[in-house]
């Protein structure tokens, strides 16, 4: 079975940077224990399986390396622009998911996903996550993911974890962000560290922005956003709050394309 398949990264312009995902073109989905282990042997954070629907609209489901996933950023994006690439003309288009209806749209020098707020509620924070994370204080609250948040964009950058201390909290299915303001014209950065997934820590991340543009919106009066992500790779969004939607905008750039063979 000859399965087309794609290598995109994501949130730049760049090659080498942003976050790598994987789409795979499928007539319809495999079993999920072969998906999942396409997923492995990608070693991406997320590979994205695509199935054309007779109404017009598409299937799509989000595998990391570990586990299915419920909601990914990058490999929706990353999945829009390789049916760019394969000449669709209906926009925006539309991916059914296990998080509901998601579209995404181009724009001016990119793509545009509209996706569900998540705004983080207060929490208890795990024992262990602080130390984990090499901080002392910080304020924890939690959507899908715990969001961490530092007084500066450098205590940002400088963040060394300790992925294993972090794998063994009890978090399946949660990943931790950790965010401060910006600087320049930059509003917030960010990080995200997700072992208990198979993703030591995310390139740049679009899910996250959920949870995000909620928090910054409430923190600085504002419902429009420029984010960066200070992994090694980096990663830069633009996101806009709208009610109980977000909007994230960024680009794409294609590394490879060939066939799986299975």
Not at 32 to 45: K, L, Y
Not at 152 to 158: D, F, G, K, S, T
């Amino acid at each position: 079975m000859a399965i087309p398949y794609y290598h995109v990264d994501v949130f730049t312009g760049e090659l080498f940077a942003g976050n790598p995902a994987g789409v795979c073109i499928l007539p319809a989905f495999l079993a999920d224990s072969i998906m999942q282990n396409i997923a492995a042997e990608n070693r991406h954070s997320e590979t994205a399986f695509v199935v054309p629907r007779a109404d017009g609209d598409f299937d799509l489901r989000w595998f990391t390396p570990k586990i299915e996933d419920d909601l990914c950023g990058h490999a929706t994006m990353a999945s829009a622009y390789v049916l760019a690439l394969r000449e669709h003309n209906v926009w925006p288009v539309r991916f059914h998911t296990r998080s509901g209806m998601l579209t995404v749209a181009p724009n001016q020098d990119g793509f545009e996903m509209d996706f569900p707020a998540r705004p983080p509620q207060p929490c208890e924070t795990p024992a262990g996550l602080l130390p984990a994370l090499g901080l002392k204080t910080a304020l924890v609250m939690k959507s899908r993911d715990y969001l961490v948040v530092v007084d500066q964009a450098e205590q940002v950058r400088a963040l060394s974890p300790n992925i294993a201390a972090l794998a063994r909290l009890d978090m399946v299915n949660s990943g931790t962000i950790v965010t401060a303001p910006g600087e320049g014209d930059v509003d917030y950065v960010c990080r995200l560290f997700s072992p208990a997934e198979g993703i030591d820590e995310d390139p740049a991340t679009g899910s996250i922005h959920c949870t995000l543009a909620p928090y910054w919106a409430g923190r600085l009066g504002k419902d429009t956003f420029r984010a960066q992500q200070l992994s090694a790779r980096g990663g830069s969004m633009q996101c806009t709050l709208g009610g109980d939607r977000v909007k994230i905008a960024g680009r794409a750039r294609l590394y490879l394309h060939g066939t799986l063979e299975l």
